[in-house]
């Protein structure tokens, strides 16, 4: 079953789901032409999202006639988690900016995110087999400084470099 809640801050407007759907509400506005004011009745359907170049999807929202692009799944964390902690981010778990399905989101600071690549294979680093100069990434071949890896050939090679200029 999809669960609906309020939009944080739009509560009469708009409600969002747990899968990361967002609807409209019926309501009625006020509207002025002419001189004359009026009540219309608006709303009432499923936003269809739009795509950021990241891949996130956004909506907009509307209040006086002024679009708000907000990204979807920070309103999912928002509704059913907690509104927005300073200084984090809104992070998909599987690294897919589509799949704002609540259990597959989280508040997490800019790390978590390079982890979660990291994790998933998504991070451009992690993805690399050999060193710029060739050398296989294996196990007896790294060493780690700082959360890095470094090749020991290439290593071994400058020191052997070093110590013929010394000589």
Sequence with gaps: MEEWKPVIDWE????????????SLLREIEVTRNEKTFIRAVGGKLLSPGRYESGHLYVNLYRNNRPRPARV??????AFVEPQPKGMLGL???????NNHVS???????SDNQHDKVRN???HNA???HCPHGH????ENIY???GRRYCLTCRRDQGRQIGRAHV
């Design 136 to 139: 296989e990434y294996t196990p």
């Design 92 to 98: 998909h778990r599987d690294d897919d900016p589509a």
């Design 144 to 146: 780690w400084v700082e």
């Design 121 to 123: 294979g998504n991070h």
């Design 127 to 129: 993805n690399k087999t």
């Design 12 to 23: 009469s407007v708009y409600e969002v789901s747990d899968w990361g759907r967002v609807r």
């Design 104 to 110: 597959n989101l989280y508040w997490g600071t800019y």
């Design 73 to 78: 799944h920070h309103l999912v964390l928002e």
